[in-house]
């Protein structure tokens, strides 16, 4: 083998898959076909999971100090929800995606792996002990053979059509623009927002006109602005390029006089196709990101989708390629977040119905709107949508475990009280290990665990607390109440990492 797993595409998923490799300890080759970074900058938000992922690896601090980013408050169907429901201690952000392109693919480098850019995939071929990938660089061509090949590379994914992988769902049906500009505001807004932070304030907002064309605005840092414009007026065919006077019909349309555009860096349009792989892995090649699913982009979910399909099947990667994973560990990549961006398609296809995304202006769909709207006052629906789209409330099954409202969640960030000082339970996840939180005093637990010590650290603590075994990507596999009967310690231990 040339190297353990070959990573195509170096977008946010393959960067962020190559970091937990590299954590696992396993060598990997990232390649993409762009001569160099992507300065486009698709996605914007980050949600609060995915802080806490980046925040469970010693990654947010650093990102965090590389500019000033806005909090995002996060909304469905262009509703805004309140962060104040969630259990979290992160809210999202606007980070622009070549932010944190950049910012990865720099941390790699600082580990002696980097991005091997203008690197095409062009061949392939897997059987039962590696795949073979023909790589194009420049004038000339080379073949890498890998144990595993991951397929980040993106909605036209090159791996999925050289394998002859499947991508069902639905057509794009509408085009939408989407932009990043400066803009002026020389008079208050003509139209009262629906969407936004303060009342009046366009600067977060989803403006329908009259003739069903509309406007959504999210900050972006400093003066820039996502900008997209949808409705009949923009529903052209998707490779129509976007004209400075298309944007600035468009603001006419929707706002009068009361904006203008300033600044125009990009422009491009999107369609609402939504399309899902139906099988994850292939042998030894799995998809992961954009490469896997795809949907239209509202409320922020693409990047991060694929960002958590990294942290979720780094780790499991990483177990088979130094062979101590327990049977059956890699395929449940396939069973826990083919469910996920399943879930996914079918909210962003919601919201874009509930947002008259076609602007088709259809009092059906208005009255359906309202009832939303009543229904969005209630505490709990408020809090199930805002939880959702955190992406906080994501679980995966754990069988053979008695019930436990943790089991299977993401593990709160607990301040713990340990023998030396206090720590936050994140920050223990940093080594990309299984932990073991213990406040039971018990020593039959520590010595239960004691076997397993090369891949689980065992924490005790003082901390009233339920009893907690939390698998590498954060999420909790094994909990018990207090009085801590560990009967069901051993399968979990065995179940997800292992045989001692
Ligand atoms: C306008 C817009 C706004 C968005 N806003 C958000 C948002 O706010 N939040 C959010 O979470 N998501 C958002 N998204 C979605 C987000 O941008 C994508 O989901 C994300 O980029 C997917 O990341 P990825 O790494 O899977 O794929 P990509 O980012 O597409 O990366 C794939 C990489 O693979 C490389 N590649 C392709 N073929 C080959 C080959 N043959 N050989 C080698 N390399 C190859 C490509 O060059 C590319 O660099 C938005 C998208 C758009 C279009």
């Not at 972006?220 to 529903?235: F, I, Q, Y």
Request: hydrophobic share 40%.
């Amino acid at each position: 083998m040339d190297t353990d797993v070959l990573v195509v595409g170096a977008g946010p998923t393959g960067l962020m898959l190559a970091h937990e490799l590299r954590l696992g300890g396993v060598s990997t080759v990232l390649v993409d076909r762009l001569p160099e970074r992507s300065e486009l900058s698709r996605a914007g938000g980050v949600t609060p999971r995915t802080m806490e992922l980046l925040d469970q690896r010693g990654l947010l601090e650093p990102l965090l100090a590389t500019g000033d980013y806005p909090m995002s408050l996060g909304h469905f169907a262009a509703r805004l929800l309140d962060p104040g429901d969630l259990d979290g201690r992160l809210p999202g952000r606007f980070i622009p995606q070549t932010v944190i392109e950049k910012f990865l693919a720099d941390r790699l480098a600082d580990h002696g792996l980097a991005v091997r850019w203008a690197h095409d995939l062009i061949a392939l071929s897997a059987d039962e002990d590696g795949v073979t990938a023909t790589l194009r660089h420049g004038t000339t061509t080379r073949t890498v053979r890998s144990a595993f090949l991951v397929a980040a590379d993106g909605a036209h994914s090159t791996v999925r059509t050289l394998l002859g992988i499947a991508f069902p769902g639905r057509p794009g049906t509408d085009t939408s623009v989407v932009a990043d500009v400066r803009l002026r505001y020389p008079r208050p807004p003509r139209s009262e927002p629906q969407l936004g932070p303060e009342p009046g304030d366009i600067g977060q907002s989803h403006t329908v006109a009259a003739d069903g064309n509309w406007a959504m605005q999210f900050p972006l840092g400093g003066d820039l602005r996502r900008l997209a414009l949808g409705g009949p007026a923009h529903s052209l065919p998707r490779q129509t390029p976007v004209t400075e006077e298309e944007i600035r019909a468009g603001l006419r349309t929707v706002y009068g006089e009361a904006v203008e555009l300033a600044e125009l860096r990009y422009a491009y349009r999107i369609t609402n196709a939504a399309r899902q792989v139906a099988d994850y892995r292939r042998g030894r090649v799995l998809l992961a990101g954009d490469a896997a699913h795809i949907h239209l982009p509202i409320g922020g979910q693409g990047m991060n989708t694929g960002i958590q399909d990294a942290v979720n099947l780094g780790w499991k990667l990483a177990a088979t390629v130094h062979n101590w994973a327990p049977r059956g560990l890699l395929d449940t990549y396939q069973s826990e977040r083919h469910p996920v961006a399943a879930r996914v398609l079918r909210t962003v296809q919601a919201q874009s119905l509930l947002m008259d995304w076609t602007g088709t202006g259809g009092p059906d769909l208005l009255a359906a709107r309202q009832l939303f709207d009543t229904l969005l006052q209630l505490p709990d629906t408020k809090r199930y949508l805002t939880t959702m789209m955190a992406g906080l409330d994501i679980h995966y099954p754990m069988p053979e475990q008695p019930d436990h409202p943790l089991l299977g969640r993401r593990a709160p960030d607990l301040d713990l009280a340990t023998g030396s000082g206090p720590v936050r339970l994140h920050e223990l996840l940093r080594t990309g290990r299984g932990l073991l939180i213990d406040p039971t005093g018990d020593p039959n637990l520590a010595a239960l665990t004691h076997p397993w010590k090369d891949r689980v650290d065992h924490l005790p603590t003082t901390t009233p607390t339920d009893a907690l075994l939390i698998r590498p990507d954060g999420h909790i596999c094994w909990a018990a109440p207090s009085p801590y009967p560990p009967q069901h310690l051993e399968p979990a231990l065995l179940h997800w990492f292992g045989r001692a």
